[in-house]
Every structure is written in structure tokens, then in C-alpha cells.
């Protein structure tokens, strides 16, 4: 039995390696290597653990990064993708304010909460460091911001804060986590955009910061497309409908579990060969 630790941040790595099983189970019984109320089950196959803020996370278990995840759609896909038994990274702003994420943390283990100010790009690569071991199977850009605009009336400072939030995030966040990314198994990255960020679909006017950041977005995931192509990593830009949301309000079309449990089916299809599409919750595809 080879047993190694390693450190960065605030994650601690073990690894264990099965060589002798019984050779390490002697020494188990004996005290030598581990404390006495240590349960740990090994299999013919390498395990790996980390130790995140006293969680286990199982390395071989998948895993989903989730940006914005305190409400709305964001939280939807954290429960969904803890049923599944996905161990899900869910990043929110502020985590004294997330009373639901949290109590959705106490009822599964497998979800840990983590600060993130996707607008701030030093935060980014503070949790970028401190997760640098674990593997990110999926990561899912969905934290975005509406800011009000029309011809009459739109504010820079908003536009460049939309453009923060909802187009330039997400490339950071990309960029950033890389390297967990190419660690997982599943390679695919995620962004939820807007059917308002279609060129062709623009038909009415307005929205002007709403709409052009997310055209920017869609272009960013367009270029990821062909740069993430060759390390083997799959792209996906997902309208999630109308949805009611504290975004959409309570007049849109389709309700939360509905979007939801769409937008991961079409993530759940998602290979190499389909890369790149701009699809909606139902998969029906969009034009740019």
C-alpha cells in the first residue's frame, strides 16, 4: 500500500495505491498507519481522496462546477446534479445570503459551497488555487446579471458590468479551471445564455446590454469551441427559456424543473462530435 499527501490551499490530497492489502490492513489493526476510527473501503483499482473543508470527495465520482448557484437555475442544477451523485462545487457571491443553498448542503453531502465573485477576477483564481487538485467533469457558467436598457436610456457603468458578469467571466472561468477540467473525465464546459443574444433572432429592438452581452458570451463559447476542441473538451451554449425566475418573473413561459431537467439532458448528450451547438432547453437549435 502506497499512501502519499499532498497539500495546496486548503485542500488536502491523499492518495492510496493498493499493492499489499494486507499488509496494509495488518498495519491498520496495529495503529501504525491510521487512526483507530479510520473506515475506509479499497478496491483492485488506484483511489483517490481529497479533503475539502472536512468533506471526502470520491475522485472517480463525477463532478460539477456551478457558478450562481444560490437561486434560481443555478440552484436547480445543484440539487438535480446531487441526485445524480454528482459532487457538486456550487459557487455563489455571497454565502451568508444563500439560506437555501445551504440548507440543500445539509441535506446531501455530496454538495460543497465555495465563494465566488465571478466578476472579480482575483477571486477566480483564488478558488482556481484552492481546488487545484480536484478533477471538474463539468463546469457550467451560469451566473449572469440583467441590467435594464433602451434607446433612451442605458448606462455605461451598467454595460460594462454586464460585460464583466456575462461575457468575460466565463472565458476567466475557463481559462482558470483548464487544468481541472483536462483532469476529469467527462471534459465539458457549459455556458447558459440567452435567446436575446441571437443576432438573428433580434427582431424587436431593445435590451441593449442584455442582448450584447450575451452575444459576446455566445462568441466566447464559439472560439472555446475550436480552442478546447483539440484537449479533447466539449462546449455547449444553452438558452434556458423563458423561465420563472426572479429574472424572468412569474409571467414566462416554463417554470425551473422544467428548464432544468432539459438543459441536463442536452448536457448529458454532449460529446466531441456535437460540440459548439447554441441550443435551448428543449434542443431545439438557435441561430446566432
Known sequence: MKITFGQTGSAVVIKFRRHNLGRYQKSANNKKKFHKKSRLAFSFF???????????????QPSVLITGSNRGIGLKLVELYAKKNFYVLATCRDISRADQLD??????????????????????????????????DILI?????????????????????????????????AQA??????????????????????????TS???????????ALNMVMRSLQHD?????????????????????????LINVDQSVVGMMEIIDSLTLENSGQFVDYAGKTIAW
Open 46 to 60: 488506484s483511489i483517490n481522496l481529497i479533503l475539502l473543508n472536512k468533506k471526502y470527495i470520491v475522485m472517480n
Open 103 to 136: 440548507s440543500m448542503a445539509k441535506q446531501y453531502s455530496n454538495i460543497q459551497i465555495l465563494a465566488l465573485d465571478v466578476a472579480q477576477s482575483e477571486d477566480i483564481q483564488k478558488l482556481a488555487n484552492t481546488l487545484k487538485k480536484q478533477p471538474i
Open 141 to 173: 457558467n451560469n451566473a449572469g446579471i440583467w441590467r435594464s436598457s433602451s434607446l433612451s436610456s442605458a448606462s455605461k457603468q451598467a454595460w460594462l458590468e454586464s460585460f464583466t458578469t456575462n461575457a468575460i467571466a466565463p472565458y476567466e472561468i
Open 177 to 202: 479551471f483548464l487544468p481541472n477540467i483536462l483532469d476529469g473525465s467527462l471534459k465539458k464546459v457549459v455556458s447558459i445564455t440567452s435567446k436575446m443574444g441571437s443576432i438573428a433572432d433580434n
Open 205 to 215: 429592438g431593445g435590451s441593449y446590454i442584455y442582448r450584447s452581452s450575451k452575444s
Open 228 to 252: 478546447l476542441q483539440s484537449h479533447g473538451i466539449a462546449t455547449l451554449t444553452l438558452h434556458p427559456g423563458w423561465v420563472q425566475t426572479d429574472m424572468g418573473g412569474m409571467n414566462a
